[in-house]
C-alpha cells in the first residue's frame, strides 16, 4: 500500500469546486485498472490517496495513468473553468509526486489520515 499525494501546477487552488468529479473520476480509472484506491481526499490543491496494489505493478506506472487519465477528462468536463488556471496548456497537475510506503503503520491509521485532509 502507498500514500500517494498529487499536486496541482503551479500549487493552483483548482480542486475544490471540481473536488467530487475528480474523485468520481479516479474511481472510474481505478475499475479498469490493476490497482484499488482505498481512501482518497482533496485539498484545495492537493490531492492524497491510500492506494493498494500488487508488487509487480510500479507505482510509477499508477500515478503516471492517474495523471493523465484525470487531466484528459477533466479538461473534457471542465474545460472552461480550468483554462481560468491554465491558459497555456491543457495540464493539472506538477510534474513530481509523493509516494510513500505505508510501511508498519496501520491501514487503518493511513485511511484516518487521509480522510481528515482537507
Known sequence: M?????????RRKVLEPI???????????????DFEILEMETDKDHIHL???????????????????????????SQGKYLKRFYWG???LWSD?????TIGNVSKETAEAYIRNQG
Open 89 to 91: 496548456e491543457k495540464t
Open 2 to 10: 502507498y500514500h500517494v499525494i498529487l499536486v496541482c501546477k503551479y
Open 50 to 76: 491510500l492506494v493498494k496494489s500488487e508488487p509487480k505493478v510500479s507505482i510509477l506506472s499508477i500515478v503516471r495513468k492517474l495523471k493523465q487519465e484525470t487531466t484528459i477528462r477533466l479538461w473534457r
Open 19 to 33: 473536488s467530487n468529479e475528480l474523485k468520481l473520476t479516479v474511481a472510474d480509472i481505478e475499475k479498469e485498472s
Open 96 to 100: 513530481g509526486y509523493f509516494a510513500s
